[in-house]
């Protein structure tokens, strides 16, 4: 039986629609819902593109367990986080132990946290001189950014970079090797 996993996202969705396309034939992995924490989020027109329903939940629903009901009715075994800027609370980290992931574009444990996602992390970035960045793939555990980490990859960052630059570099990175990561942590899990 194929594994089935929700894709979350607030935001445009590139990621999202990188790991949907990655995955189009695939007999091992199926991405049946996207979920949404905006009903303005650009990802639920590239979810329709697919044909992969997307859903928007609003922050309480997240919280009151009504986003676990609808996962549960969808028997969705694993959640990838592309972009989402929620929290992740308790009823989903304890019925989805080690089977949550997320990405954060830049090498954590440097630049994580709350109110560190999107441009803002590309412009620390560059304000603090960094001659690198990159992404991180890691769990996801009740604190944000600090899940034990599963994979990073790098990239320069030139002191005449600016953090669309250094964005720029780092989507590269996630649409090279996000997919990838998932399917060899969703099929070991
Ligand atoms: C990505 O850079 C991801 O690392 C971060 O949010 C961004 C989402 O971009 N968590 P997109 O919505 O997939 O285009």
Redesign the pocket.
Known sequence: MKKRIALF??????????IIRYFMNSCELEFPVVISNRSDA??HERAKKYNIPSYYFKKNDFENGEVLKFLQEETIDFIV?????LKVPDNLLSAYPGRII????ALLPKFGGKGM??SH?HEAVVASGEKESG?TIHYVNENYDEGQIIFQAKCPVFPTDSPEDV?RK??AL?YEHFPRVIGEVVLRT
């Open positions: 996202a607030s935001g445009s969705g590139s990621n999202v629609e990188n650009p990802v986080l592309a972009g989402f800027l997320n990405i954060h574009p996602y999107g992390v992404i964005a780092v989507h996630e």
